[in-house]
């Protein structure tokens, strides 16, 4: 079946940090992939996607690139903010799939 | 501005109390979503409606009920056989039908539910 898994921390960094949270899927076909972010007590609102291989999303100073060859997704950003401080998704959905599929998440706390 | 609003935001329940859960979207987006989330969790897809007058269920469906009788709106009632209730839902949409590649989810922000 379907599956996502990414690194489930907690990640703290310093301000300014290098982060990288990885995210490895499992799927049939040739799905889409997303990036969810979700600050506490609301819901989960878009970062980034990308539909096909080699493809990089990229909002607000992070990026991932869709690569086939390894099935992963890998979230970076080269300085964090304290702004920042936020539980990460990783998603998929496969073309002919009709759900989505997520990672449990991985939550980034940034100190200044 | 468009949408999707979830009442009430925290919601307390008796232990054999049926709840409902709104969802309204104003997004004219067909597709919705019910999914769970349990702290430490990822989300787990409850149930999912593509048109109106039909849904289909998730891999958490039991102890749940939905409606879809407008396009707008997609109740969801958490019944007294769900036997461990307390978590915090969130509704989603996505435009255009599910085959499509290049859909996306927008999600509400939540309603957290508490059974005393």
């Known amino acids: 079946g379907n599956s996502v898994t990414q690194m489930e921390g907690p990640v703290t960094l310093s301000e300014e940090a290098f982060l990288t949270i990885n995210c490895t899927y499992t799927?049939?076909?040739?799905?889409?992939l997303f990036w969810y972010v979700q600050y506490p007590g609301e819901g989960l609102q878009l970062l980034l996607k990308?539909?096909?291989?080699?493809d990089k999303g990229s909002n607000k100073g992070f990026e991932a690139t869709y690569r086939k060859e390894t099935t992963s997704f890998h979230l970076e950003k080269g300085s964090v903010q304290v702004s920042d401080s936020a539980v990460y998704f990783c998603?998929?959905?496969?073309?002919?799939?009709?759900?989505?599929?997520f990672g449990p998440g991985t939550r980034l706390s940034v100190l200044p | 501005d468009g949408g999707i609003t979830q009442s009430p935001k925290y919601l307390f329940r008796k232990e054999g109390q049926n709840v409902t859960l709104s969802c309204e979207q104003n997004?004219?987006?067909?597709?919705m979503y019910w999914y769970r989330q349990d702290p430490g969790q990822g989300l787990r897809l409850i149930y999912y409606?593509?048109?109106?007058?039909?849904?289909q269920k998730g891999d958490i469906a039991e102890g749940y009920s939905v409606s879809r009788e407008k396009k707008e709106s997609f109740p969801l009632t958490v019944t007294s056989a769900q036997k461990n209730p307390t978590a915090f839902y969130l509704c989603?949409?996505?435009?255009?039908?599910?085959?499509?590649?290049?859909?996306?989810?927008?999600f509400g922000a939540g309603s957290r539910l508490t059974v005393l």
């Open positions: 989603a949409t996505a435009k255009g039908g599910h085959l499509s590649g290049a859909n996306v989810l927008t």
């Open positions: 799927a049939t076909g040739y799905p889409s």
């Open positions: 990308a539909t096909k291989a080699d």
């Open positions: 997004l004219n987006h067909d597709a």
């Open positions: 998603a998929l959905r496969t073309n002919y799939g009709q759900n989505f599929v």
């Open positions: 409606s593509q048109i109106v007058n039909d849904f």
